[in-house]
């Protein structure tokens, strides 16, 4: 086996010098009765071509995805992903490494994650930024996690407007710690400000709101920061759409306390809903309650400046049951992809990219109002996601949509049970989608 | 090495966007002025081919299963198949929204449907969860199953136990899903301690987390005795995974009655650690536990196949979307590019790879334990304690002879609490590495005595020299603007920076 490099005949030098006669002498302590006697019941092994043969008919069984173009989003956008990044990704220096317990095998990694933690810092105005979650939604419910460890309350209000996995996640997470979890209603799509008065008490921890929200809304987060800290509570912020960073205030500087970010709009491709890049960002004063893994400056021997991993005492493999989370593995290689991405968009990039979304958007959402099929459930500021209730059929109109390749828009009564949302479609429009093809869009629409 | 934000000039890009025709919509008008941007981000201003330079540069610094041995216990660091990773970045996987129509997706559905079969009788259990993104993650999974399954028998059970010997996650995991952690020793022999299990196990404990092999590479004998113990106390056992590159077609966790399953199909199924992931921890379950599981799983109707959701009785979803695509599309590559005899033959060549390791080193690096190991072996560095020697120096002087050294931040109980490495071969090294790494491993025992300075200064080769990490906890600098980095005393040293 081309994996295997011992030979048989290797194997019984190596028995030998061992001083066994047989491979089953190793294994005495595995008692019988309990040893799986016989050939495991899988295909016997297939050659490379057969393999390839194999995967690629059933890649087949797909739609063509390449050139099928999403007027989905809803928590995974899709973006370019720039050639030189994926191409520097392939080195396997950095995909066949560990994580980087030994710096001084490790600096490209360390570095990396360095790199990206100041990029963070830049985008969400926050001074400690850890990006060493697995996905937006977990990262979410690890935030709303360090708000109880933080404030010793056991309510969280969530917003109705966060995106359904993040809040089926988060209440997946507080389960076991006998937590209350009070749902806060939206008001035209966004935050229902009045009601968040109402039910913000003192035993409540954190109130998580999601902006730009899930349906594209974009939230006033320091009229809501006002109303949270008023009861001493935290205010959490998820960003399920990070690009949105390239042209919205940071969350810094509208009084949030934690960012529980999903950065896979940073250089990653859709993968069927994963790997991710999710993230954390808070304050210093928090920064020994975060989980995860932190790269940190420091210097070497010889007075060098190189990056290790730090402020480990909060870790599983020291505190154990006393960590702050049991996370281990991350998606350090994601982490990599939004470093090489960021760099490759810079300053200009990041905040063309993050407009031509928005107005490419607008655009769309004027000209299916316009074209007199749609019509607004709500009047309300959006990012690159928007309602809007067809007057048709819906399920017509998915039909015509892929056979022009383009994946429909999401059926929010997927999600959303009230009456209200029957044939609203939440669209989301990214930089794939030209003129020319949003004009496509509302012309098959229209027909 | 200069960070990519010293590198960067006014006004140069590394961008390529589509021309934005859109002049006719007005960013004011979209966008209200309580959420807008006064100002541009600062990021950095780099061209592509700056990127390009700086990452290859910063790979270099970089060590991988590639460039040689990396023989980190408990971490089964193998060969990761080139073919696999194509396979998994192909186009229609690649550019799968994961909401996107079931009639779009039937490809990765069926592949998720085909390496949940593959994973059942490769371990003996029933069904599968694909949700997990790593390790923690599934134990998390685990854990939360089993607080689940009690609540719902009106069983009230608050206790876990977990073995002395177990990785950090273990305990970890059990506090996050609600239980209190009770800690089992080991016996004599470096495995569960039969008796005091019998002893800890009640009806207020929900079961216990095993791993085995166990960390320290040696089969539980007692597995028999323990499944009795815990089952008739009416609790659940639960396989840790890490270990199982050990086990292939000698025992089937299933098999040996453990309830919940965990796999690293990083690692284990040959999918690569990408400096820390992405990895997939999945969950696999006996039939009693499905209804628990998160939710949805792939079904097949003959026909087609569908992302089906789980009752009521689901712990629910532990993330967002249905898992980690491209791992899952790698573990099953590997299996199908392995069949039946070369998984079995990976577990015996891992087996007889630590074993061999163990017997041509044990007389230089005392083992805790004198006896055959399961796929990772542990050795100590007491002997060179008189020379003022700790196990670190071993280690970062193994990277002066081009090897990434064993695991030694773990075990740390008794008796192994210090001065232990780890070293775990998988099949993927030849008897030819593992000698250089043996022969390696000598000299530095010599060093130890000759020269022990020439190990406390270790490594000289790498790079850059041995880091300097209660510098970096005690003034955490956590990124290029951050306060105590600009008024640090450490700047001065940081200065003269220049490639």
Known sequence: MRYIPNTEGQKKEMLKE???????????????????????????????????????????????????KPLIGAGAYRHHVP?????????EEFWTCYTPYQPEFSQGTLQ????????????????????????????????????????????VIIAASVHPHYRETVRTYVAPHDTEIIELPYKNALVDIDRLKELISDEVASVIVQNPNFFGGVENLAEISGVVHSRNALLINTIAESMSLGILKAPGEMGVDIVAGEAQSFGMDLNYG????????????????????????????????????????????????????????????????????????????????????????????????????????????????????????????????????????????????????????????TELLSREYLDQVTEILSE | MKLIFEKSAAGRDGYSLPQDLFDDINTEDCIPEYALIDGKKVLSEVSEVDVIRHFTKLSKLNYGVDDGLYPLGSCTMKYNPRVNEKL????????????????????????????????CEITGVDQYTMAPAAGAH??????????????????????MLVPDSAHGTNPASTAMGGFKVVEVKSNGKGVVDVRELNELMDEDTAGLMLTNPNTVGLYDEGIKDIERIVHGKGGLLYYDGANLNASFGIIRPGDAGFDIVHLNLHKTFSTPH?????????????????????????????????????????????????????VLVKAYAWILSMGPDELRNASEVSIINANYVLAKLKKYYRPAYDRYCGHECVLTGRDYKRYGIKILDIAKRLMDYGIHPPTIYFPHFEPYAE??????????????????????????????????????????????????????????ILNYDDELRLKDELKWRTEDINF
């Open chain 1, 83 to 91: 050639e030189a990044e994926k191409s520097l990704l392939q080195r």
């Open chain 2, 274 to 326: 990408g400096g820390g992931g992405p990895g997939a921890g999945v969950i696999g379950v006996r039939k009693l536990l499905i209804p628990y599981l998160p939710t949805p799983i792939v079904t097949f109707d003959g026909e087609k196949y569908h992302l089906s959701q789980i009752g009521g009785k689901s712990i629910g979803m532990i993330r967002a979307f249905w898992g980690n695509f491209p």
């Open chain 1, 18 to 68: 061992i001083g066994v006669s047989s491979f089953e002498d190793l294994i005495k302590s595995v008692p019988q009765g309990v040893r799986f006697e016989g050939r495991l019941d899988i295909p016997e092994a297939i050659s490379e071509t057969e393999l390839e043969e194999k995967i690629y008919k059933i890649a087949r069984k797909n739609s063509a995805f390449f050139l099928t």
């Open chain 1, 274 to 429: 994963g790997p991710y890049n999710g993230y954390l960002a808070t304050k210093r004063q928090f920064l020994r309650q975060l989980p995860g893994r932190i790269a940190g400056e420091t210097v070497d021997m010889d007075a060098k400046r190189v990056f290790v991993m730090t402020i480990r005492a909060r870790e599983q493999d020291i505190r154990r049951e006393k960590a702050t989370s049991n996370i281990c593995s991350n998606h350090g290689l994601n982490i990599l992809a939004s470093d090489i991405y960021l760099s490759l968009m810079g300053t200009e990039g990041l905040y063309k990219v993050s407009l031509l979304n928005t107005k490419a958007a607008h655009y769309l959402e004027n000209l299916l109002v316009k074209c007199g099929k749609f019509e607004r459930v709500f009047d309300y500021p959006f990012y690159n996601e928007f309602l809007l209730k067809c007057k048709g059929n819906v399920s017509t109109l998915r039909g015509k949509l892929l056979e022009n390749n383009f994946i429909p828009p999401l059926e929010i009564s997927k999600f959303y049970k009230e009456e209200r949302f029957k044939d609203v479609l939440l669209f989301a429009v």
């Open chain 1, 112 to 155: 990396a994650m360095f790199e990206f933690q100041t990029y963070l810092a830049r985008l969400t105005k926050m001074e400690v930024t850890i990006p060493s979650l697995y996905d937006g939604a977990s990262a979410t419910a690890e935030a709303a996690l360090m708000s109880l460890r933080l404030k010793h309350k056991n309510k």
């Open chain 2, 138 to 159: 599934g134990e998390l999974t685990g854990v939360l199953i089993m607080r689940k399954y009690f609540a719902g028998r009106g069983e009230k059970r608050h206790k």
């Open chain 2, 88 to 119: 998994a970045s192909l186009d229609n996987f690649a550019y799968a929204h994961p909401l996107a129509p079931e009639e779009t997706v039937q490809g990765c559905l069926e592949i998720m449907y085909n390496l949940n079969k593959l994973l």
């Open chain 2, 419 to 476: 001065e232990t490495m780890m070293v775990e071969p998988p099949e993927s090294e030849s008897k030819e590495v593992l000698d250089e790494f043996i022969n390696a491993m000598i000299k530095i025992s010599n060093e130890a005595e000759a020269n022990p300075e020439l190990l406390k200064d270790a490594p000289h080769n790498t790079p850059i020299s041995r880091t300097d990490d209660v510098l970096a906890a005690r003034r955490p």
